[in-house]
């Protein structure tokens, strides 16, 4: 799965009607499982690190 600019990634989504999901990674796990439904469905996706606050 390629890497690509954000903002052209958005401007194909928003001029072609679909939408593109973002999810937060807070473990390898949901990391994997994301880019496997990711790549069976061949969809673009938004991955982010949430920051963690901690005391």
């Known amino acids: 799965m390629p890497l690509v600019n954000l903002r052209d990634m958005l401007k194909h989504a928003y ?5 593109v999901g973002g999810f ?7 990391l994997e499982a994301i880019m496997s439904a990711a790549e069976a469905k061949r969809s673009p996706l ?3 690190l949430p920051h963690l606050n901690q005391p």
């Open 46 to 48: 938004i991955l982010s």
């Open 24 to 30: 937060d990674l807070v473990s390898l796990d949901f």
């Open 15 to 19: 001029r072609n009607g679909y939408a």
